[in-house]
């Protein structure tokens, strides 16, 4: 969970630009309400999917994190150093303190949501009374006609609006005081719209919006686009209903009384600027009935833009040129033994030399070099690396080690005279400015 959330951290960027163009596109394409809606989904899939994707991204948790030491206490036979920046050390504490917060933000926002999605389908909805038998056998004529193969009932509640709940079997609500007021004639578009979100399964997109909504709260375009499909879903609604009524003008008078009779019966109906707004452009395409179609050419167009500046956004992030340092900490793990102890003179032991990266960013220019004891004398080496000799130092190729990646050099020495032999390993690597030695001593005895 924390890698999830720290991973939604990273992909903030990308995220607003994605976002931001969406908001852009929309602007141009006012219109189009399907596409935009198609677009708005799109879009909320493809900010979700980057917390997820952006830790595949090449060197996503790479080059930009590093620079102060922490070298930690060492056994007989193991060094681990934990390379820290300094600043990004200091910040830790804050870090974690807003992602746990974000995180429980969240948490607590899909848990409401979950909570209240169960209650409302399974509890609420059937403890509301069903509609009398005739306006039921009408509503079930309108399921035929619209070809729904899923069980729908029609109750009746004391909201102020009409909705509809569950995927599965859903159930479409109408406020008592529509069904009082509102003859076969004028309730009919009403049921049209409701059953439309049936048909388009709109409920799985209520879903994606409150899961959207809940990791990226903060976020005021998130909001926005929110809002953007909620509208958009509407209207879309709205076209498909006239497809089957053919008479916009009818539906539109149902709806402006229906927003009368909410005044009217709901004691506090909740009427903003934007809503009036809103209502003002589904009103408006009800009335005219424009028709906006848009060519395959521009709809695959726009589709390839915003995919293409999604993977852009991606690949500039990943490649540690965007400006913000990712948080990043490089650990080495060094280990080292020898393969027979004691040895007589004349006789042969190896050393074996592991070099593990424990941490979340690379280790580079890893250079490991070995210092023979007096006893000893190098007799060959079975290494993944090229090295040189140097007298009784033996230099090894620098290498680099991604995070979790280990390497083993294998040293064969022969003992020349008795003693306490005691081989050092050095290795020094670009984010230490100190060089780490590891110790491993052999008793060597006379033949």
Excluded at 7 to 31: D, E, Q, R
């Amino acid at each position: 969970m924390e890698q999830f959330f720290s991973t939604v951290g990273s992909a903030l960027y990308p995220v607003t630009i994605c976002l931001l163009v969406m908001w852009l596109i929309s602007k141009c394409i006012t219109h189009y309400f399907k596409l935009r809606f198609q677009l708005a989904i799109f879009t909320m899939i493809g900010c979700l999917a980057l917390s997820w994707v952006l830790p595949l991204v090449p060197n996503f948790f790479s080059e930009t994190s590093v620079a102060k030491m922490k070298l930690e206490p060492a056994n007989k036979d193991v060094v681990k150093i934990t390379a820290v920046n300094k600043v990004n050390e200091q910040q830790l504490p804050k870090y974690f303190s807003l992602l746990f917060l974000w995180m429980l933000v969240s948490v607590f926002m899909m848990f409401r949501f979950i909570i209240s999605a169960v209650y409302t389908t399974f509890f609420w909805c059937k403890k509301q009374p069903l509609v009398d038998e005739e306006r039921q056998r009408q509503f079930q004529s309108l399921c035929k006609e619209f070809n729904i193969k899923r069980r729908v009932s029609l109750r009746s509640s004391k909201t102020s609006t009409p909705g509809t709940f569950g995927i599965l079997r859903p159930v479409v609500i109408v406020p008592e005081f529509l069904l009082a007021n509102f003859s076969q004639k004028q309730l009919r578009p009403i049921l049209t719209h409701e059953l439309m979100h049936v048909c388009r399964y709109d409920q799985l997109v209520v879903f994606l919006e409150k899961i959207f909504i809940a990791i990226y709260f903060f976020h005021p375009l998130a909001w926005w686009i929110v809002k953007e499909t909620e509208q958009t879903m509407e209207i879309c609604c709205d076209q498909q209903v006239l497809t089957y009524e053919q008479n916009g003008i009818e539906y539109a008078k149902s709806f402006m009384c229906f927003l009368e009779l909410k005044s009217i019966f709901c004691s506090s109906p909740t009427f903003t600027i934007n809503y009036f707004a809103h209502v003002k452009e589904r009103i408006n395409l009800l009335v005219n009935a424009p028709e906006y179609t848009t060519s395959p050419v521009r709809y695959i167009g726009i589709v390839i833009c915003v995919f293409s500046l999604w993977c852009s956004c991606l690949c500039f992030w990943g490649s540690g040129e965007y400006y913000f340092k990712r948080i990043g900490h490089a650990a080495m793990h060094i280990s080292s033994y020898d393969t027979d102890d004691p040895v007589e003179v004349g006789g042969t032991t190896i050393y074996v030399i592991e070099l593990r990266n424990e941490g979340t960013a690379p280790c580079t220019n890893v250079v490991l070099t070995n210092k023979i004891a007096d006893e000893m004398v190098f007799v060959g080496s079975v290494n993944p690396v090229n090295y040189s000799e140097q007298g009784k130092e033996i230099r090894f190729a620098p290498v680099k080690l991604q995070p979790g990646e280990s390497i083993i050099y294998k040293v064969k020495l022969r003992a020349q005279k008795p003693g306490s032999a005691k081989n050092t390993a050095f290795v020094k690597f670009d984010e230490f400015s100190s060089t780490m030695r590891n110790e491993e001593g052999t008793s060597v005895y006379p033949n």
